[in-house]
């Protein structure tokens, strides 16, 4: 059996501000080594199940966040970029399941740090007439190649919108939002605890059959619909003939499929670096 942990930041516990995603401070410095033990909690309780293989997919800012000499040694990491795949790089390595760490809630939300993609240029983002967030576009993606999301970890506001779309999924809750940049925490050391139990019965469950948990599946072709942050990334976006203009800060593009219209996002938001 195989598996993929694809790790943001921003659901971590302890992470509560802007400076403990960005390089370059020491709170940044904690935050990633908490982010690299939640990781790694989670492949331990995925080999504990009896997982045979676990790639872990750094899946923050610029994918080299992790600490790989905190990692379990007998993960694999997935680091750097580009990649075609983004936060589910990995999935092409006939994974069976997918554990989802430290992500958070949708732009615009109550959650902590919440965001979509890219918080400076994307408020919103449609896929089939439904808005979602990082999740839910990756369990797309993971969708198009046959996975499941399995289990997944983040704030309340993440889990309360998540889990509608992955009924299926144990959630481990690691903190409480009161605002997008204050709330509740677990300690890392319980959040730890309970994410590695969490892996480790979701895979189980997978193992033993007791589970049957489904794939996220957005056929295609379909319409992604995509509201920018100002009229200048509207702007920038339309440049790109295969996107349409709604209004001053709406636009849309068709996609045969949610990798594909992913993919796409992924290289708006490059773009949209040229704003800054």
């Known amino acids: 059996m195989k598996i993929l942990i694809s790790t943001d930041i921003e659901g971590v516990a302890g992470v509560f501000h802007p400076e403990q995603t960005r390089p370059g401070n020491g709170e940044y410095e904690r935050a ?3 982010m690299t033990r939640e990781a790694d909690a989670a492949a331990r309780g995925a080999f504990a199940a009896g997982a045979e293989a676990v790639w872990v997919n750094d899946s923050h800012g610029g994918f080299r966040n992790l600490l790989p000499d905190l990692l379990d040694p007998r993960v694999r990491m997935v680091l750097g970029k580009p990649r075609y795949l983004g936060m589910m790089a990995g999935i092409e390595q ?34 089939g007439g439904q808005e979602l967030g990082e999740a839910g576009l990756y369990a797309a993606v993971a969708g198009d190649a046959g996975v499941p999301v399995l289990m997944a970890s983040g704030d309340d506001v ?18 409480r939002a009161q605002g997008q ?9 319980a959040s730890c605890e309970a ?41 920038l976006f339309c440049q790109w003939p295969a996107l349409q203009r709604l209004d001053g800060v709406t636009l849309q593009f068709d996609a045969a499929s949610a990798t594909d219209a992913v993919r796409m996002l992924n290289c708006l938001s490059a773009m949209s670096f040229m704003l800054r």
């Open 181 to 189: 940049g204050s709330g509740d925490s677990l300690t890392p050391a």
């Open 158 to 175: 993440f889990v309360q919108e998540t889990r509608p779309l992955l009924p299926w999924a144990r959630f481990v809750e690691t903190k």
């Open 32 to 34: 990633r080594a908490w």
């Open 94 to 127: 006939a994974c069976d399941g997918v554990l989802m760490i430290g992500y958070h809630g949708r732009a615009h939300s109550r959650g902590i740090l919440a965001h979509t993609i890219n918080s400076g240029a994307f408020a919103g983002v449609w896929l």
């Open 195 to 235: 994410i590695q139990a969490a892996a480790e019965a979701a895979v189980g469950a997978l193992r033993q059959r007791t589970d049957r948990p489904r794939p996220l599946v957005i056929a295609g072709p379909l319409t992604c619909r995509l509201r920018t942050q100002t009229p200048a990334h509207a702007d």
